[in-house]
């Protein structure tokens, strides 16, 4: 039993601790048994998950880069049917609430598999990412355009009654206009930060070294971006956020909640160290402690007073 209160709630999902894992870097979880006791998680993020199944970008899809990573996977997933038959129930057993991150070629792609979703009573929360090139916006992605982000949010709200997370691109020069657009779709909740637009040259074959050209950066490089952007949506929007970017240990985590985070989610860290959630949980659990507190709550936005 925990001496400290650990539990939150970001817009009716109700987590046991404040931790869990970034969509795409965690597979459903069932990958992660071997390293991680998923129970307990405070939620287990799935990969992103669309209507029809997807193969993915060209090879290579990954390139490391000084201080994190840039992929460009391209959404490779079996499908949104597929999920629900084969994996959802697996995942469900571990008892942890899940939270399923989806995304779609338009709008309408996304109210169909919320839709699909609805159904189904092990998913807790939908986290909706537009970071997605639209199809018909000319390939532009979704998040970039405060209104289409609040049609996003309308056309998934409209589809389900379980919370609706919107998960925000940081590649916008405001990102309080796209979270105040996603609230005003009737967003629950935010998650921040997806990865930030970058590129990688090959000097022997002088050529991008992405099939996609283009792809994401994520890791420690990001933090600080990650953290003035939830430290700005706190401070200005009335939503609960999930913190990410770049935490690879308890102290990251602790600055994102200071900084008015929620929640936290984990991503590239757990391919360095499939374990860190969990010594994140014990590592946040032991800094409240430490300092004196009996409740997470106690800290969430204390630096952004
Ligand atoms: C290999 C890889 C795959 C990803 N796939 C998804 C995805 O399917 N959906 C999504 O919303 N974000 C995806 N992301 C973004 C992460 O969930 C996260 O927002 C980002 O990596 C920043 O966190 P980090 O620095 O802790 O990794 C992916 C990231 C990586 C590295």
């Keep these: 039993m925990s001496k400290v209160n650990l539990g939150v709630n970001v817009g009716g999902l109700q987590m046991p601790n404040p931790v869990t894992t970034a969509s795409g870097t965690f597979g ?8 991680v006791d998923l129970s307990r998680l405070g939620a287990i993020t799935v990969k992103g998950t669309t209507l029809e199944p997807r193969p ?19 959404l490779e997933n079996p499908g949104v049917e597929v999920f629900v038959k084969e994996t959802l129930p ?31 009573d092990a998913v807790h929360a939908l986290e909706v990412n537009v970071s997605c090139p639209n199809v018909k916006n000319g390939g532009m992605a979704l998040g970039t355009n405060p209104d289409l982000v609040k049609e996003t949010a309308e056309v998934v709200k409209a589809n389900t009654t379980k919370p609706v997370i919107m998960k925000l691109s940081p590649n916008v020069t405001d990102i309080v206009e796209v979270a105040n ?7 629950d909740g935010l998650t921040l930060i997806n990865c930030l637009l970058g590129m990688a040259v090959d000097i022997r074959t002088k050529k991008p070294i992405l099939g996609n050209v283009v792809g994401g950066l994520s890791g420690p490089a990001i933090k600080p971006v990650a953290l003035r ?5 706190h401070k200005a929007v ?28 984990i991503g590239t860290a757990n391919f360095i160290d499939p374990t860190v959630t969990m010594k994140v949980i014990d590592g946040i659990e032991q800094y409240l402690i430490d300092n004196g507190y009996n409740d997470v709550h106690d800290i969430i936005g204390l630096a952004a007073k």
Aim: glycine share 14%; aromatic share 6%; charged share 20%.
């Design 90 to 120: 697996k995942v469900a057993e571990y008892g942890s609430p899940i939270v399923v991150n989806i995304a779609g070629k338009d709008i309408e792609d996304y109210g169909k598999v919320a839709a699909i979703l609805e159904k189904e």
């Design 28 to 35: 459903s979880g069932l990958e992660m048994t071997e390293y």
């Design 238 to 265: 009335d939503l609960p956020i999930i913190g990410l970017g770049g935490i690879t240990c308890w102290q990251d985590a602790v600055e994102f909640l200071l900084a008015g985070a929620t929640a936290v989610s």
């Design 56 to 74: 993915g970008n060209l090879q290579p899809r990954c390139a490391e880069t000084p201080a994190g990573m840039l992929n460009s996977i391209g």
């Design 181 to 187: 657009a996603a609230k005003a779709g009737g967003a």
């Design 229 to 233: 952007m939830v430290y700005q949506v």
